[in-house]
């Protein structure tokens, strides 16, 4: 019995591409007879659909990790040596941890505080900030304000500065985030001029073909060496995960 389970699920597991290219494997009187015995050892053992249905998504998570870790390889230079990007803690830190977020995202506003107390704890620790407006054209907008400012602020002023626009009450969205610039001394109507440059065009598209090519589809995300964090897991979990990349180079050993 074992055996035909374990055949069932491959052939279960292999369906799509038999029915893509390979249609031609049994003849047109061997199909009725092979699909009624499935049909019965189906219907008397339904539980080996589930077996099925768990083993094929055990293979795919192996496939998009082995994607994945090729894209973090490909990517490396972008994700963390970007002229773009906020950077905080230490610049010359012997780990990066990146976080792709948006200025509207509730828990990107929660995970700012475990950065902080990460930043805090960990002298040696180097946190670069990604622009990944996703919920909008106010978080477009609030953006492409805080990468235009990122030209004319003092790289000490920077962190201040996210941080600020980051703990908005309500909506953040371009008038928003000019109004925390002129706090900074930086010139509105400039501001609103560079914002629609080219160039700050270029740097949402580069970041959101990044996220999309690393499979990152919301915020809070975070990258470290080969593994990607999603959600606000809080300062426990990226701890450890950074710890593990001081112990093995990997974010879980």
Request: with cysteine; glycine share 8%; hydrophobic share 45%.
């Amino acid at each position: 019995m074992i055996p035909f389970r374990l055949a069932l699920i491959g052939l279960l597991a292999s369906a799509p591409a038999v029915a893509q290219g390979q249609s031609g494997i049994l003849s047109a009187e061997q199909r009725p007879a092979i699909e009624a015995v499935i049909r019965e050892y189906l219907l008397k053992n339904p539980d080996v659909v589930q077996e099925a249905l768990t083993e094929l998504e055990r293979r795919q998570q192996e496939a998009q990790k082995a994607t994945q870790a090729v894209a973090l390889r490909e990517a490396r230079g972008k994700l963390v040596n970007s002229a773009n990007d906020y950077v905080i803690g230490n610049p010359a830190g012997d780990v990066t941890l990146v976080e792709f977020f948006d200025y509207n995202c509730p828990y990107c506003r929660k995970a700012r505080s475990d950065v902080d107390a990460l930043v805090k704890s960990d002298p040696k620790l180097r946190v670069v900030l990604k622009e990944f407006p996703v919920l909008g054209a106010a978080s477009t907008d609030a953006s492409r304000v805080a990468i235009a400012a990122k030209r004319g602020l003092p790289a000490g002023k920077l962190r201040e500065f996210h941080d600020k626009l980051m703990e908005t009450r309500g909506r953040a969205d371009g008038e928003r985030a000019l109004a925390v610039a002129k706090d900074f001394g930086l010139d509105p109507g400039k501001l609103r001029k560079d914002m629609q440059d080219e160039a700050v065009a270029t740097v949402l598209r580069e970041n959101a073909a990044l996220a999309d090519q690393l499979g990152i589809t919301g915020t809070p995300a975070f990258v470290l060496n080969d593994g990607i964090i999603a959600g606000a897991v809080g300062v426990e979990a990226l701890q450890r995960a950074i710890a593990n990349i001081r112990e093995c180079d990997r974010a879980s050993c």
